[in-house]
């Protein structure tokens, strides 16, 4: 889709929409003088996006999809404006300007944004997988499950993929004292922060679980967003939070690092399954950050 609107800008440039320079082609009876270094570029530009695509179409095949993912569309000009979700405040939320906890990014862009949270599995397939077919996705880390790997997830940075805070030890916050949650969540900003190089601005908390000291203590560790999902996928079935069973734009999806030993299949049979619905029903997967 966005291949070829972009095609269709470069054949009007190429029929003569550009001016300028005097390394002119002497153009055919009825044309229009064309620049020929800017129509090179533009044909190089072109063939740029056809080979792109092609390769998309050869790793849908690759991997067993039922139709070509859809690409992502550019990050809009205009962020939203992220507000908590009805029913998801805490006591104060807004006098203490506390992060905002959501399910869904309000837009009108038909997407929806693939997020996966703790980092138990390490499928080197999935990561292949994901750099073939170019799908944007979100990584919610907790310490404990990265240290036995590290490499992994550098190489998931590397590929631009945002790694994000889950907490230390995957704990039940609300269980937890003030002092003990903000360890768990400043801790973490700390391990990712030495470990890649960043320090993260969103936040999850473990099982989705959360109370007033949760957020007090994620904002005094520097955490901007509290994303939630709309939606959790699996290696064989869906789940929902609405009553309808219906994507909706925006909505956040989750999904974990697991793999045969916790669920019936691999992460990349999950991601099979997640794409080819999201496709099905005419919906680009989006990177998150890009919203916020």
Request: hydrophobic share 40%.
């Amino acid at each position: 889709m966005w291949m070829g609107a972009a095609l269709l800008a470069l054949a009007a440039l190429a029929s003569g929409c550009i001016g300028g320079g005097d390394d002119r082609v002497t153009p055919a009876g009825g044309q229009q003088p064309l620049d020929a270094p800017a129509a090179r570029a533009l044909d190089s530009y072109a063939s740029k996006l056809r080979a792109a695509h092609a390769a998309r179409v050869a790793a849908a095949r690759h991997w067993g999809l039922k139709k070509v993912p859809l690409a992502a569309p550019p990050a809009p000009a205009k962020k939203p404006r992220i507000k908590t979700r009805k029913g998801f405040e805490v006591d104060g939320h807004r006098r203490l300007d506390l992060p905002p906890v959501f399910t869904t990014i309000p837009t009108r862009d038909k997407v929806v944004f693939l997020t996966i949270d703790d980092g138990a599995e390490k499928d080197p397939a999935f990561l292949r997988m994901m750099s073939e077919l170019n799908v944007p996705y979100s990584a919610f880390l907790s310490g404990y499950l990265v240290k036995d790997d590290y490499r992994y997830f550098e190489e998931m940075r590397d590929r631009g993929v945002v790694l994000n805070n889950h907490t230390l030890r995957h704990r039940h916050l609300p269980n937890l004292s003030y002092r003990a949650q903000k360890r768990e969540i400043c801790g973490m900003q700390r391990f990712i922060e030495r470990r890649y190089g960043t320090r993260p601005t969103l936040f999850r908390p473990p099982y989705g679980s959360y109370d007033r000291a949760t957020l007090r203590a994620a904002k005094a560790c520097g955490i901007a967003y509290v994303p939630l999902w709309n939606e959790e996928v699996f290696a064989d079935h869906w789940e929902y939070r609405e009553g309808d069973r219906e994507l909706r734009p925006g909505d956040i999806v989750l999904t974990h690092f697991r793999g045969r030993d916790q669920w019936k299949g691999t992460m990349p049979d999950m991601i099979r399954r997640f794409l080819n619905k999201v496709t099905a029903e005419g919906y680009t997967v989006a990177r998150l950050e890009d919203y916020l």
